[in-house]
């Protein structure tokens, strides 16, 4: 209850089989601010390659938010979903 009256903006980074999955959201407002995936970016993703690509997809995603101007004036909450090996690298 505390953390839904505080603004914040939280990142979510989903590491599942075959895909990557990230997404940046107002708490205070509940309003998805971008989401995007692996094909967003015309990446083919299959699970032998998802530890070579989770990085690139991440970055890929980050730059995309600067060339958007999204302003991090509130607190940023990480959250990764990841295998562990995979988590290491996109810390």
């Avoid at 980074?13 to 601010?33: A, E, G, H, M, R």
């Avoid at 990085?55 to 295998?83: E, G, H, Q």
């Amino acid at each position: 209850r505390i953390l839904s009256k505080k603004r914040f903006l939280r990142l979510t980074i989903k590491v599942v089989p075959n895909n990557i999955f990230c997404t940046i959201k107002d708490n205070q407002s509940n309003k998805v601010l971008r989401s995007v995936s692996g094909g967003t970016y015309d990446i083919k993703l299959s699970k032998k390659g998802l530890r070579y690509y989770a990085k690139v997809v991440v970055t890929s995603f980050l730059k995309d938010l600067r060339d958007l101007k999204i302003k991090f004036n509130k607190s940023l909450v990480i959250k990764v979903v990841a295998p562990i090996q995979i988590r290491r690298q996109i810390i």
